[in-house]
């Protein structure tokens, strides 16, 4: 491969003249620590905020019991279809029960879906991008044109044709939207490992003769994958939005649990006299789903900046 | 997400931006720096008389296309057709249970008309070559539930939906726009509440934005109708429901094209004409920044329609949605498949002609076609 005279050059450090502007393992740990500590005081509050948010979403979904006001099934028919207010703060719906208790309850299950189906979508996408960037021309151009094919269905049809065949359950709508997301990532996984395989230290690491399975374990995957990080925490917000999307045309999970996209679509009956129905879990759904997106990008940003 | 087709970054044998055959707008003039007499280098590079493409590099590069898109074509329909085989259980007992509303065993005397209808118990390859024929001559078959050709089924509804995406997308490009011309690169905390409000509007659920809108102005204020029928009126809600977080998409991508574009030396020089602030952005700047919402757009065509399924779905709206959510519960398959494979070829046609329309308006995309 290459053809540049090698001199022996200290673990980790070698940088190949003429390759495209790699990252050479980073600087060294104390240099890194300083840096981290100064990056540390410059998170912006948007991250603050999300981080805090997402924090609430932990508690709600581990130990709901801790957040909630009341008893997220305990029917209350003096007060049904109850606006917001001190008593119920985000309303009853109509049989009384505490909307803000059931959003809280609903927390656990409704990320469960997002992570499910990220895990699916992402999981999906590292396999067969790193196939098609590894397994030569002929993998590639077939993965490739898969890949194409898949974007030709938008991944709400792709979901609904998964769920005319299966019939709706949590199962098949954790798989649909995985299924659809899986394209998108499995092209950015592709490209992504195609630089670092062309990059610097992998031809360095090639040209000393590693096995190609250790360069692969050792230099290309992690290297590759570690803008997943990012991608990943991002998918889960995506994810989310797409499953309540499934859930609000009634492809959802079964009514009595309080799943997010369940309570939307249970609300949609009383849209004309109880927005907070609709509104509310919509407006966690999205709260959730701009956390994922300021926590992805912040984990984006930093993982650049340790590249620079 | 998938901007598959954005600018492949020119090749390095072809000067960027101030090409001035390479741009479609016209440059006033370049600037000194890359004038051929200063730059020999850039003068031997260049080909003859500008770099027009040929009449035949742009037939070879166009028909690639074309032929890339008869493939997803063809792959989408093997795809729904494997769908509708591959179906877990029996397809007749299905059809028969939807249509009767029960759940039972079916005697093979009860099914076997069924098979014949539909040739459920052909060999797999002639029912795969019937179905490609039938596309071919426009027949996706029968519906399930509702025994009429899915073609019928589909034709009596589309219109609605295709208004509604068309209108959508309209509004996604005059909010873009405009918000671009006036807010890119102003100062600093117009940029900055602009491009949040943009990320934030990319970032809405669809079936969310919706209902406010409906709260909003068809409840609260009622401006608009509840349920919107087919009427110009009820067209504004599912309207801005798709349009708005396009445009907060279209808008993104724009903007930086934009900021960039307002660098170049060519407005410079414009400016240094003594043109105004307002006409370098109308005349010069947008049309540069237009390319990756072109791109956009070809994809969002596909997501468009599926979005619509939901616009359709909040408003009460006639159209494919409506369509498509019966078909799925009914477990329609050939309904189902007919309208995905619709909007797939739907998007690989649109991006063939944004495709297209790039490779004519810029020749420096010829090479990495």
């Given at each position: 491969?290459?053809?540049?005279?090698?001199?022996?050059?200290?673990?980790?450090?070698?940088?190949?003249?003429?390759?495209?502007?790699?990252?050479?393992?980073?600087?060294?740990?104390?240099?890194?620590?300083?840096?981290?500590?100064?990056?540390?005081?410059?998170?912006?509050?948007?991250?603050?905020?999300?981080?805090?948010?997402?924090?609430?979403?932990?508690?709600?979904?581990?130990?709901?019991?801790?957040?909630?006001?009341?008893?997220?099934?305990?029917?209350?028919?003096?007060?049904?279809?109850?606006?917001?207010?001190?008593?119920?703060?985000?309303?009853?719906?109509?049989?009384?029960?505490?909307?803000?208790?059931?959003?809280?309850?609903?927390?656990?299950?409704?990320?469960?879906?997002?992570?499910?189906?990220?895990?699916?979508?992402?999981?999906?996408?590292?396999?067969?991008?790193?196939?098609?960037?590894?397994?030569?021309?002929?993998?590639?151009?077939?993965?490739?044109?898969?890949?194409?094919?898949?974007?030709?269905?938008?991944?709400?049809?792709?979901?609904?044709?998964?769920?005319?065949?299966?019939?709706?359950?949590?199962?098949?709508?954790?798989?649909?939207?995985?299924?659809?997301?899986?394209?998108?990532?499995?092209?950015?996984?592709?490209?992504?490992?195609?630089?670092?395989?062309?990059?610097?230290?992998?031809?360095?690491?090639?040209?000393?003769?590693?096995?190609?399975?250790?360069?692969?374990?050792?230099?290309?995957?992690?290297?590759?994958?570690?803008?997943?990080?990012?991608?990943?925490?991002?998918?889960?917000?995506?994810?989310?939005?797409?499953?309540?999307?499934?859930?609000?045309?009634?492809?959802?999970?079964?009514?009595?649990?309080?799943?997010?996209?369940?309570?939307?679509?249970?609300?949609?009956?009383?849209?004309?006299?109880?927005?907070?129905?609709?509104?509310?879990?919509?407006?966690?759904?999205?709260?959730?789903?701009?956390?994922?997106?300021?926590?992805?990008?912040?984990?984006?940003?930093?993982?650049?900046?340790?590249?620079? | 997400?998938?901007?598959?087709?954005?600018?492949?970054?020119?090749?390095?044998?072809?000067?960027?931006?101030?090409?001035?055959?390479?741009?479609?707008?016209?440059?006033?003039?370049?600037?000194?720096?890359?004038?051929?007499?200063?730059?020999?280098?850039?003068?031997?590079?260049?080909?003859?008389?500008?770099?027009?493409?040929?009449?035949?590099?742009?037939?070879?590069?166009?028909?690639?296309?074309?032929?890339?898109?008869?493939?997803?074509?063809?792959?989408?329909?093997?795809?729904?057709?494997?769908?509708?085989?591959?179906?877990?259980?029996?397809?007749?007992?299905?059809?028969?249970?939807?249509?009767?509303?029960?759940?039972?065993?079916?005697?093979?005397?009860?099914?076997?008309?069924?098979?014949?209808?539909?040739?459920?118990?052909?060999?797999?390859?002639?029912?795969?070559?019937?179905?490609?024929?039938?596309?071919?001559?426009?027949?996706?078959?029968?519906?399930?539930?509702?025994?009429?050709?899915?073609?019928?089924?589909?034709?009596?509804?589309?219109?609605?939906?295709?208004?509604?995406?068309?209108?959508?997308?309209?509004?996604?490009?005059?909010?873009?726009?405009?918000?671009?011309?006036?807010?890119?690169?102003?100062?600093?905390?117009?940029?900055?509440?602009?491009?949040?409000?943009?990320?934030?509007?990319?970032?809405?659920?669809?079936?969310?934005?919706?209902?406010?809108?409906?709260?909003?102005?068809?409840?609260?204020?009622?401006?608009?109708?509840?349920?919107?029928?087919?009427g110009a009126a009820g067209l504004v809600l599912p309207a801005l429901t798709l349009g708005i977080p396009l445009a907060g998409?279209?808008?993104?991508?724009?903007?930086?094209?934009?900021?960039?574009?307002?660098?170049?030396?060519?407005?410079?020089?414009?400016?240094?004409?003594?043109?105004?602030?307002?006409?370098?952005?109308?005349?010069?700047?947008?049309?540069?920044?237009?390319?990756?919402?072109?791109?956009?757009?070809?994809?969002?065509?596909?997501?468009?329609?599926s979005a619509a399924v939901i616009a359709e779905n909040v408003f009460a709206r006639p159209g494919l949605g409506r369509v498509?959510?019966?078909?799925?519960?009914?477990?329609?398959?050939?309904?189902?498949?007919?309208?995905?494979?619709?909007?797939?070829?739907?998007?690989?046609?649109?991006?063939?002609?944004?495709?297209?329309?790039?490779?004519?308006?810029?020749?420096?995309?010829?090479?990495?076609?």
């Amino acid at each position: 491969m290459s053809t540049t005279p090698l001199t022996p050059a200290p673990a980790g450090r070698v940088s190949v003249p003429g390759g495209p502007a790699s990252p050479t393992p980073g600087p060294g740990t104390a240099d890194r620590t300083a840096r981290a500590s100064a990056s540390w005081r410059r998170v912006p509050a948007t991250v603050w905020i999300a981080g805090a948010f997402a924090m609430l979403l932990v508690i709600a979904s581990f130990a709901p019991g801790l957040l909630a006001t009341a008893d997220p099934r305990a029917i209350d028919l003096d007060a049904p279809l109850a606006p917001p207010g001190p008593d119920h703060w985000f309303g009853t719906d109509q049989s009384g029960r505490d909307l803000y208790s059931r959003i809280v309850h609903g927390t656990g299950s409704s990320l469960l879906i997002g992570l499910g189906a990220t895990g699916v979508g992402v999981g999906l996408a590292v396999v067969l991008g790193s196939w098609a960037a590894l397994g030569g021309r002929w993998a590639d151009a077939i993965i490739g044109r898969g890949i194409e094919v898949l974007f030709a269905f938008p991944i709400l049809l792709l979901a609904m044709v998964f769920i005319a065949v299966y019939g709706p359950s949590v199962q098949t709508l954790i798989l649909a939207v995985g299924l659809g997301i899986a394209p998108g990532y499995a092209r950015m996984v592709r490209a992504q490992v195609m630089s670092v395989r062309r990059s610097g230290y992998v031809q360095a690491a090639r040209a000393l003769g590693h096995h190609p399975a250790r360069i692969l374990t050792r230099h290309v995957l992690p290297n590759a994958l570690r803008p997943l990080l990012a991608v990943l925490t991002l998918g889960i917000g995506q994810s989310i939005v797409w499953a309540s999307g499934l859930a609000f045309l009634g492809f959802g999970v079964a009514p009595p649990s309080p799943e997010w996209g369940a309570l939307l679509e249970a609300g949609r009956p009383y849209i004309t006299a109880a927005w907070w129905l609709e509104i509310i879990p919509g407006l966690a759904v999205l709260a959730a789903a701009l956390t994922a997106t300021v926590l992805g990008r912040h984990v984006e940003s930093t993982l650049e900046g340790d590249r620079s | 997400m998938s901007l598959s087709t954005r600018h492949p970054s020119p090749s390095p044998t072809v000067p960027p931006p101030v090409h001035p055959a390479s741009a479609p707008v016209s440059h006033p003039a370049s600037p000194p720096a890359s004038s051929p007499a200063a730059d020999p280098v850039a003068a031997r590079d260049r080909p003859p008389r500008g770099n027009r493409p040929s009449p035949a590099a742009v037939a070879l590069a166009v028909g690639r296309k074309a032929l890339g898109a008869v493939f997803v074509v063809w792959a989408a329909a093997t795809i729904t057709f494997l769908i509708q085989v591959l179906l877990p259980g029996d397809r007749a007992t299905l059809l028969l249970n939807q249509q009767t509303g029960q759940v039972q065993e079916r005697t093979p005397e009860e099914l076997a008309p069924i098979n014949e209808a539909f040739g459920f118990d052909d060999p797999l390859i002639v029912q795969y070559l019937d179905f490609l024929g039938g596309l071919l001559r426009g027949d996706l078959g029968i519906s399930y539930t509702l025994y009429q050709p899915v073609t019928t089924v589909i034709g009596d509804q589309i219109a609605p939906t295709v208004v509604l995406t068309f209108t959508a997308l309209a509004i996604a490009w005059v909010i873009a726009v405009v918000l671009l011309v006036l807010t890119a690169r102003r100062t600093p905390w117009v940029s900055r509440i602009f491009s949040g409000l943009e990320s934030a509007a990319a970032a809405l659920p669809q079936y969310w934005l919706g209902i406010i809108l409906l709260v909003v102005f068809a409840l609260w204020l009622g401006i608009f109708p509840v349920v919107s029928g087919s009427g110009a009126a009820g067209l504004v809600l599912p309207a801005l429901t798709l349009g708005i977080p396009l445009a907060g998409f279209l808008a993104q991508v724009m903007r930086t094209e934009f900021e960039r574009t307002l660098d170049a030396p060519f407005v410079l020089t414009a400016r240094a004409r003594g043109m105004s602030d307002g006409g370098v952005r109308l005349r010069h700047v947008l049309r540069h920044s237009l390319l990756p919402g072109l791109s956009l757009t070809g994809w969002a065509v596909g997501a468009q329609f599926s979005a619509a399924v939901i616009a359709e779905n909040v408003f009460a709206r006639p159209g494919l949605g409506r369509v498509l959510v019966t078909a799925v519960n009914g477990r329609d398959l050939p309904v189902v498949c007919g309208v995905v494979m619709l909007v797939a070829v739907i998007y690989v046609i649109t991006n063939l002609v944004v495709d297209t329309a790039y490779i004519l308006v810029d020749p420096r995309l010829k090479e990495a076609a």
